[in-house]
């Protein structure tokens, strides 16, 4: 069998590393478009606060580890079309411009996205940056180190943006985090927890200006400001992470798309054309929790995708449908920690589910603990009204209390109730937990219980 696989990140080199390991003798090709191999956006900002060994080892893989399993990687090589019914790819090697053709019995898409630039006057100007990939890595950690930067304009609350604004606030800049909706992080957390994570920011020295639309840049040559209706908040830098945009303009006419740019497949991930598969951040996924398709951009999501894909790849009809994906995720945010996953209010308003949510507080430990770092810590329960199934659920604390996220995930995935949840068996120890653990808590309170 042999297999080519477009993009060499999360999605395709967990194809790589399946195909290589379970498909004793395939050929395996792997067209990678960009020059490293590949990177981990999602670890910038731990190499920005110096918190890595360096910044080549921030990455999934290095070419090297699919090659000694008998695989092919070939960076600068950008695919310019294929041809299913020839089963044959188009590739351009960017180094030297020579094009060449190669042929496929499967073919997997894992173009993943770019970061989406805004359309507004002087997007082009010096000193606008996006926060992804390698390059712009090296250029952000040089501008932190650079006096002349006082001022930066983040623009977006989600995770890129909040992780952006929290590396340079902490080197001394004054930062201003603009977004469209009206809480930082608003699509991720519900108002409870963004309500009690907004005064962290003011407190380290990151104005927020939400519900703002922009529109320009100013300056000549380098960017000096960002244009709002409410006037022009100064920027010696500008970072960019106002979402995503599916690298799928190449694919249009050869396989089906949505509305949006994204790949559509059907629910093995297969696509339009016979025996090609599409993975990662480029296809919208289906939601376990809701039912429905929704775009989830994980290194985890992509990977789960492609294990399932290599489980069935050779397979004339599968019979074993993709489960879906929860979209869990966790940041911190300062001294806080966060987790979430399945259903918050934004995305179930977005994928028209209905959630009813339950809000509970308490310490971490009983309350007779008290030298041993026990803080208030937050749970927001997610569910159905009328089954009382779990649909979605978000942790935090100053203690690192994100692993509970895993739980709910599972929760979620197998179907459990707030009752299943109210009552089970998890271990006390009152220098850990306590005797009804904190997310049988959560789900009794849910229930309207006293608490005991």
């Not at 397979?315 to 001294?335: C, I, M």
Request: some cysteine; charged content about 25%.
């Amino acid at each position: 069998m042999k297999v080519i696989i477009i993009g060499a990140s999360h999605g395709g080199h967990q194809s790589a590393l399946e195909l290589l390991d379970k498909h004793q003798g395939a050929d395996v090709t792997i067209y990678e478009k960009g020059d490293f191999v590949s990177f981990l956006s999602c670890g910038m900002q731990l190499f920005l606060e110096d918190k890595v060994s360096g910044v080549d080892d921030v990455r999934n893989f290095r070419p090297e580890d699919i090659e000694s399993r008998g695989g092919k990687v070939k960076s600068q090589h950008e695919v310019l079309s294929f041809d299913a019914a020839k089963k044959e790819v188009t590739v351009k090697n960017l180094a030297t411009d020579e094009i060449v053709t190669d042929t496929y019995d499967k073919l997997i898409l894992s173009s993943g996205v770019t970061p989406a630039a805004l359309s507004v006057p002087g997007a082009d100007k010096e000193n606008v940056f996006f926060m992804r990939g390698r390059a712009w890595a090296l250029k952000i950690k040089e501008k932190m180190q650079d006096a002349a930067v006082k001022d930066v304009v983040v623009i977006g609350s989600g995770y890129i943006g909040v992780e952006a604004a929290e590396v340079f606030a902490k080197v001394g800049k004054h930062v201003t985090i603009i977004d469209m909706i009206d809480d930082v992080l608003g699509n991720y957390l519900d108002k409870e927890l963004t309500d009690i994570l907004a005064p962290v920011f003011k407190k380290n020295n990151i104005d927020l200006a939400l519900g703002e639309t922009i529109s320009a840049f100013t300056g000549d040559t380098a960017v000096t400001g960002v244009e709002t209706a409410n006037g022009v908040i100064d920027a010696d830098l500008v970072i960019v992470a106002a979402g995503v945009t599916p690298n799928t303009t190449w694919l249009e006419g050869l396989v089906d798309l949505e509305p949006r740019g994204q790949i559509k497949v059907d629910a093995y991930l297969r696509t339009s054309a016979p025996d090609v598969y599409a993975v990662g951040d480029a296809i919208l996924p289906l939601s376990i929790a809701s039912g429905k398709h929704a775009p989830v951009a994980l290194a985890s999501s992509a990977r789960r995708e492609a294990r399932y894909v290599i489980r069935n790849i050779d397979k004339a009809t599968p019979t074993e449908t993709f489960r879906g994906v929860l979209g869990t995720s966790a940041l911190s945010v300062f001294d806080y920690k966060f987790a979430m996953t399945g259903l918050n209010n934004f995305t179930a308003e977005r994928s028209g589910a209905r959630v009813t949510g339950s809000f509970f507080t308490d310490t971490l430990r009983p309350s007779f603990v008290t030298n041993d770092g026990n803080t208030d810590v937050y749970v927001k329960l997610n569910f159905d009204a009328d089954t009382h199934k779990i649909l979605g659920g978000q942790v935090m604390s100053t203690y690192d209390v994100t692993a509970h996220i895993n739980t709910l995930a599972l929760a979620i995935t197998t179907g459990l109730t707030l009752e299943d949840l109210a009552e089970a068996d998890f271990f006390f120890q009152p220098g850990f937990d306590r005797q009804w653990s904190l997310l049988n808590l959560a789900a009794q309170a849910a229930l309207g219980e006293t608490k005991f």
